[in-house]
C-alpha cells in the first residue's frame, strides 16, 4: 500500500480482556517495528521485524505482550488481560530492511489508539 | 543508559519566524539521527535526517544541523507556517541497532 496502514483507529476494552492490534506495513518493506507511545511521551520500542523473525524482542513490557509476523507481510500485536496501564497509542512502522540508516528511513502508521477502562 | 533527550517540552514562534528545536544525545556511539514531525492524533513524519560523518544538511525549509562535539543535535525551520504546529522529535541510531531511540518531544506552537 501507499503507507503503513493500521487498525483498529481507536480501540476501548475492559480491563482483563485481550485486544489485537493489526499493522500492514508498506509494501516491498521487510522490517516491521512496534513502538508504544502513552500520553505526552516519546516513542518506546517494543518489537523489531525482519521478515517473519523478531531478532530484538527487548521493549515488550511483559509476557502479556506478543507480536508475530506472517508472510513477511502483516504483523499482529497481542495484549492479553490488558491492564490500564497498557493506555497509550501503538504505532507500527516499516523500513525496506532492518538496518536504520540513511536511505532506509522508517515510516510510521497513524496509530492504533488504546483506551483501557 | 543512554538516551537521547530535548532542551525546550513547548517553543513558541511567530508565523514568518525561524524557530530552532534543539535536541541532546548522550550515545557517542551514534550514527544517524532523524527529526520527526508528529501532528495531533497522527502518526509520526519523517523530516529529515543526517549521519554522523556530516554537520549539515538542508531540505525544504528546513536545516538539520549536528555537533558531535558537544553531542547535539538541531531542526532550523525557516519561515514557520501555521501548518508546523506540531510535536518534533529527535531519533538516534546505533549502527547495529534496527531500532531508534526517541527523545520525549517538543511541541511548536506557531502564533499569527
Known amino acids: 500500500g501507499a503507507g503503513v496502514s493500521q487498525s483498529p483507529s481507536n480501540k476501548v476494552t475492559e480491563k482483563g480482556k485481550d485486544v489485537e492490534l493489526r499493522c500492514d506495513p508498506i509494501s516491498g518493506h521487510t522490517a516491521l517495528y512496534w513502538y508504544r507511545q502513552s500520553l505526552g511521551q516519546g516513542l518506546e520500542f517494543l518489537i523489531y521485524f525482519q521478515g517473519n523473525s523478531a531478532p530484538d524482542k527487548s521493549g515488550l513490557p511483559s509476557d502479556r505482550f506478543s507480536a508475530e509476523r506472517t508472510g513477511g507481510s502483516v504483523s499482529t500485536l497481542t495484549i492479553q488481560r490488558t491492564q490500564q496501564e497498557d493506555s497509550a497509542v501503538y504505532l507500527c512502522a516499516s523500513s525496506l530492511y532492518a538496518a536504520v540508516g540513511a536511505g532506509n528511513t522508517i515510516y510510521f502508521g497513524e496509530g492504533s489508539w488504546l483506551t483501557v477502562v | 543508559g543512554e538516551s537521547v533527550g530535548l532542551h525546550l517540552p513547548t517553543l513558541s514562534v511567530q508565523e514568518g519566524d525561524n524557530s530552532i528545536i534543539n535536541c541532546a544525545y548522550s550515545n557517542s556511539a551514534s550514527d544517524y539521527f532523524i527529526w520527526y514531525k508528529q501532528e495531533s492524533g497522527k502518526g509520526p513524519q519523517f523530516i529529515i535526517d543526517?549521519?554522523?560523518?556530516?554537520d549539515k544538511r538542508q531540505g525544504q525549509r528546513v536545516t538539520v544541523l549536528l555537533n558531535k562535539t558537544v553531542k547535539h543535535l538541531s531542526l532550523q525551520i525557516a519561515a514557520t507556517q501555521p501548518g508546523d504546529s506540531a510535536v518534533y522529535f529527535c531519533a538516534e541510531n546505533t549502527g547495529t541497532a534496527s531500532k531508534l531511540t526517541f527523545g520525549t518531544g517538543t511541541r511548536l506552537q506557531v502564533t499569527l
Open positions: 543526517i549521519r554522523s560523518n556530516m
